[in-house]
């Protein structure tokens, strides 16, 4: 599976933008699919996954009620709706596409295709 990320940019604080994992060469249907971000120096981040086992979405605390996953199997997408954005979530985001058990969807390590990433800047 080939996944392309898209959708960054640069916003202010409050603000809200849209990124979309697309997948080629298969079909995102039999994986379960994350996004994680990594700022400079730090390590990458669970945001959020949408597990195909259960068809759940799993959010970290840190952007829960403001980030929201969605799948859209008919164009083999996955997108986060990323609002009330703050300055700390300023980095580059990665989707991921995997099988992780349910109780694993947050480690980087269950998924075995990344997309390139794109970099969200949130100033203050």
């Known amino acids: 599976v080939q996944l392309q990320a898209s959708g960054g940019g640069l916003v202010q604080a409050g603000g809200s933008l849209r990124l979309s994992c697309a997948a080629s060469?298969?079909?995102?249907?039999?994986?379960?699919v994350g996004w994680f971000r990594q700022a400079p120096g730090k390590e990458r981040e669970f945001i959020a996954a949408?597990?195909?086992?259960?068809?759940?979405?799993y959010y970290a605390d840190s952007v829960k009620g403001r980030f929201t996953i969605s799948r859209d199997n008919a164009k083999n997408t996955v997108n986060l709706q990323m609002n009330s954005l703050k300055p700390e979530d300023t980095a580059v985001y990665y989707c991921?596409?995997?099988?992780?058990?349910?109780?694993?969807?947050?480690?980087?390590?269950?998924?075995?295709?990344w997309g390139q990433g794109t970099q969200v800047t949130v100033s203050s």
């Open positions: 991921g596409a995997g099988r992780p058990i349910i109780s694993a969807v947050s480690s980087a390590s269950m998924y075995g295709y």
């Open positions: 949408h597990a195909v086992q259960n068809n759940h979405a």
């Open positions: 060469g298969r079909t995102f249907s039999g994986y379960t």
